[in-house]
């Protein structure tokens, strides 16, 4: 597997009390989780839960204890000198606007409807939980945005509008509401009956599912390590004893949440996974969740056009191809995932147990080549079905004095196309280099083993320059924020060191421009190509 990133079945299994987070300070540390009870700090963060869902009935009061998801120095600092007086009420204004203007839309990048930058807004004026968590969200951002730490990329350069409240602790102002949405949300999950129509978004079970979704995100865009996969093992997205009795694939369950809030939580569930290494939590062979969630599929898991006709309610006249085929990708990406994390053990978790721990027997060579296959073929088949949106608009070579040499810039008319574009080819890119062999027998000569090689890497390298390629065209902060993942996959394939700068010059343009910190992406780059960071 091209290089790591930094399990929960969605079912009413896991109770709401037993919920622990976790932070560990880098991604890209893999440990081993342990049996026992909850280690001395997991324990204090529920009784600081506890205490934020006493004390969460007005932002105003005394702050809650600072959960472990927390910088508790920072806050030590923080509170230490009293800050200016500050009305609430048009400080929560201000980060709903900022939230809406620039957070809010990361999350709608594959979303033509806009449902968290334009319909959560209007839900968190009379919902506290979502208010809370937008606040948060946007409180973090601004703490993140801070005073640039180097110039502005030379391909790049957005100045944010500052919120006009001088001398406010973001980063205080974020954990305050941060741990106001844990309150609020421990207290949702112990007494919300999850109601059973996806296409109410003003259920509570919807508002608690948007909180969660804005969590993980709040969680995840500082890189600070895994605490934010606690969100999406806290509640389920589909009890399957709820639909009819004698669930089958083709009869469908009813799904408790579908549209963006799960496709949002498909998402960080996939960034989650190939993070830590790891199976996906939600069940992709479970054919009935997927098409409750708007994707189509037969009853063998194969990606179809269009929906089942039997499955036509679960689409409204607003779906577009663009949001239809994105997901689409995502359900891919997860399978692709899966694979590579399932090493050729006869039991997909068993391989990520110690050597010694593995069963000893697994699947042969032929067929792993033969999943591996039908995952190719589902790739071309995704690819040649795109419509034409998804073809570059334009592609304009780089010369020295307008960018680096050797690359174009690729520019797409409509962001959500830039974007799953880069995750298609970095999606290839994982998929060419993890081929398995037919047989370590020599069954071809060297040379046709070594010309093999040589088109790997030249197709790669292909995908590489593609992923670089869009955003060296300077894509709305959107797409550059899910570029991250692409951006790191493409640099593990450059050997040349122009084209290892490219990467991270892009990537820490993220950084600095839009406040979502790409250093550990960086530094595990740097680390690869055998150089130490500069930071």
Known sequence: MVGPLDKTQFGLTCPPTQVVFVHIENPYELDTPEEGPPAEHEAQFLNDVETSATDAAQPGDVMPAVSTAADAAG???????????????????????????????????????????????????????????????????????????RS????????????????IDWH??????????????????????????????TSPTSIMFAAVAILSVFESMDASGSSWRAHLDALPILNSTCGSTGFSPVALPQAVVTGPIFWNLVRGDFLCSFLSETQTRLKLDDIGLWQNAGFAADVNG?????????????????????????????????????????????????????????????ITQDQLLERWGIMDAEFSKWNESLPSTFTPSARVPLTADRGPTGFQQIWYDLPICAATMQSYHMGCILLSTNKPQQSTAIRSTLSARFRYYRQVQERVTWHAREIC???????????????????????????????????????????????????????????????????
Not at 76 to 103: F, I, N, W
Not at 152 to 167: A, D
Not at 314 to 325: G, N, Q
């Open 469 to 535: 390629g869009i955003s060296l065209a300077n894509p709305p902060g959107p797409v550059r924020i899910h570029s991250v993942l692409p951006l790191f996959v493409a640099g593990q394939v450059f050997s040349k060191h122009q084209d290892q700068h490219v990467v991270t010059e892009l990537l820490s343009s993220i950084e600095s421009d839009l406040g979502w910190v790409t250093r550990y992406h960086r530094d595990r780059l740097l680390l690869e190509w055998g150089e130490e960071s500069t930071d």
């Open 75 to 149: 806050i030590a600092m923080a509170t230490s000198k009293p800050e200016p007086y500050v009305d609430v009420a048009v400080l929560e204004l201000q980060l709903m606007r900022h939230y809406k203007e620039g957070p809010g839309q990361w999350m709608d990048t594959f979303d033509t409807s806009a449902f968290f930058s334009s319909k959560v807004p209007v839900l968190a004026a009379t919902k506290p939980l979502l208010k809370f968590a937008v606040c948060a969200f946007a409180a973090k951002h601004m703490s993140l945005l801070g005073t640039p730490s």
């Open 302 to 362: 194969a990606p179809l056009p269009f929906s089942p006709s039997g499955n036509t309610h679960h689409r409204s006249s607003t779906d577009v191809p663009e949001d239809t085929r994105s997901n689409e990708l995502l359900w891919l990406l997860g399978k692709l995932v899966n694979f590579l994390t399932s090493g050729d053990a006869l039991v997909p978790e068993d391989f990520s147990l110690p050597p010694e721990q593995r069963f000893p027997l697994g």
């Open 172 to 201: 205080c102002q974020a954990i305050k509401y941060y741990n106001l949405t844990i309150g609020l949300l421990k207290s949702a999950t112990d007494v919300v009956q999850l109601d059973l129509d996806p296409s109410n978004h």
């Open 152 to 167: 502005p990329s030379p391909w790049h350069g957005r100045v944010w509008p500052s919120i006009n409240e001088p001398g």
